[in-house]
């Protein structure tokens, strides 16, 4: 072990750093590679680009999340979990290869759901392993905690090396082209455009992530004893109206739903603030380093003091940040634009996407971990996927939203997911109940 973790669950979150750090280049540049006019929008004249960026966006969770109950109950039927990991990293390694070929908006969308078919595959059966590998309660909280700091710090710093990699703007012909034409543009034949590159990056990501999983993890034993026989989710609890891990799973929606409104909205954001995609892509990625700080640290609070107290906290912290950042350009105008001698507002939305980071650092491992203490044997994937589940959807719909309530004002999508992390909130404060008892272990449900 390494600093108190499984190996097995560094590998495992080693392999997602790497495969994160391509799919979050992905997220950055395939609105700006749609906008730039290498894509074609022939036949689709009625639709802004923002709400045909958002269906792309979209499209990857939509598909990711309605194929996550099935793939995380298989894995746990079969009981071969790295199975299903390989064969993901291997579908989403070949659609990434295939962006540069394609030159039509709905090639883009084929592809991206093919990716969203190859998440499916690795999300869920990913947290079971990690559960799993986990001795004890005492450990679970951590070892999630751990997992997700190594994951996002590849989709936190994805979004920075992609903002470096395109700073042409979103003409065709504006695309910096980078030393890489010197090094390898004349084997291959052709110029290397920024575009290129980050795709490049997105399948290398891949190719590292299978690579480590190959060689490092293996299938627990027993995984497939005591699987469950339906897809059903448990919405009704036993003392309380709502189940908790159904609640926190709702939570977990709302969260990554007010996540992903950013990247839709990149265009309005950059004028309004009078700021360049660097910039953007640094505030995109604040959310996510903030979760690098914190997410061991709360992982491990969490088996110690219990995971309902994160939880509340971690929504309770989200509403205001959320809308905050509604308002950040009436609050730069009261500080005369500038904050410290710098532009405030880009300062302001920095400071606020990173007090959201923290909120979700809170929400983040001592939600999987709830979930985890509760799943019976052998049933981590179905478990889990409900939380994997529900952020993918709120990652499909966030995108949707932004690109709808952007026509209603800049602060619309901030504060339309402001009111649903207010809702989380009263939720959880109600219906979840502590899962650790006063000896760490996991607690008995309320019995009926």
Known sequence: MVLGTDNRVLALAMARLADSLGNSFLIIVLPLYIASGRISLAGLDGFTTELLIGVVLSLFGLLNSSLQPFTGRLSDRVGRRKAFILVGLAVFGVASAAYPFVSSYWSVLAVRALQGVGAALTIPVTLALVNEYAADATQRGGNFGVFNTFRLIGFGFGPIVAGLLITGGFGGEQVVTYVLTDAFGPLAGARISGFDAAFSIAVLGAVVSFALVTILVDDPEGTDA??????????????????????????????????????????????????????????????????????????????????????????????????????VPELATLLDGTLFGVSSGPLLMLLFRLLQGVSVALVFAPGLALAGDLAGRGQSGTTLSVLTTAFGFGVAVGPLISGYAIRFGFAAPFLVTAVLAALALVLTYSQVWETLDADRAPAPAPQD
């Open 226 to 327: 005591a699987a469950a026989d339906d897809l059903s989710i448990r919405v009704r609890g036993r003392d309380q109206l709502f189940d908790p891990v159904f609640v926190v799973g709702v939570g977990t929606f709302f969260m990554a739903t007010g996540i992903a409104i950013f990247a839709t909205i990149q265009e309005v954001v950059n004028t309004t603030l009078g700021q360049g995609p660097f910039l953007f892509s640094v505030q995109f990625a604040a959310v996510v380093i903030a979760n690098v700080l914190f997410q061991v640290p709360i992982g491990r609070a969490s088996d110690r003091f219990g995971r309902r107290p994160f939880l509340v906290a971690g929504f309770a912290l989200l509403v205001p940040s959320l809308a905050l950042q509604a308002y």
